[in-house]
Nanobody
Framework: QVQLVESGGELVQAGGSLRLSCAAS????????MAWFRQAPGTEREFVAA????????VYADSVKGRFTISRDNAKNTMYLQMNGLKPEDTAVYYC???????????????????WGQGTQVTVSS
């Protein structure tokens, strides 16, 4: 079974930047859809961004559009989330997720993903 391991989370000031990484123990090219989700204290996990290998498309939650960029490097079996212009409301545990299937309109649903990482904490101070 493929394992996903996130890294890169840390404490940063508002307006700063971070790059999260999600390293897969297997080939990320085997995952058609890879995504980032996040969960703030006392809230449900929410969709952040997704990338489709077959279509080349990327989608973002409205709350991060224009500030976050999802990408992947299949040669390194790693997915990234570049986060710029961070805000205190971005504070959360960030999870990466992966699925071998393509989803045209339900990529934001947690149940579409078979593999999950353990999460990495991002804290944005004001």
């Amino acid at each position: 079974q493929v394992q996903l391991v996130e890294s890169g989370g840390e404490l940063v000031q508002a307006g700063g930047s971070l790059r999260l990484s999600c390293a897969a123990s297997g080939r990320t090219s085997g995952f058609n859809t890879m995504a980032w989700f996040r969960q703030a204290p006392g809230t449900e996990r929410e969709f952040v961004a997704a990338n489709s290998w077959s279509s080349g498309s990327t989608v973002y939650a409205d709350s991060v559009k224009g500030r976050f960029t999802i990408s992947r490097d299949n040669a390194k079996n790693t997915m990234y989330l570049q986060m710029n212009g961070l805000k205190p409301e971005d504070t959360a545990v960030y999870y990466c997720a992966a699925s071998p299937r393509f989803y045209s309109d339900s990529y934001y649903l947690e149940r579409r993903y078979d593999s999950w990482g353990q999460g990495t904490q991002v804290t944005v101070s004001s």
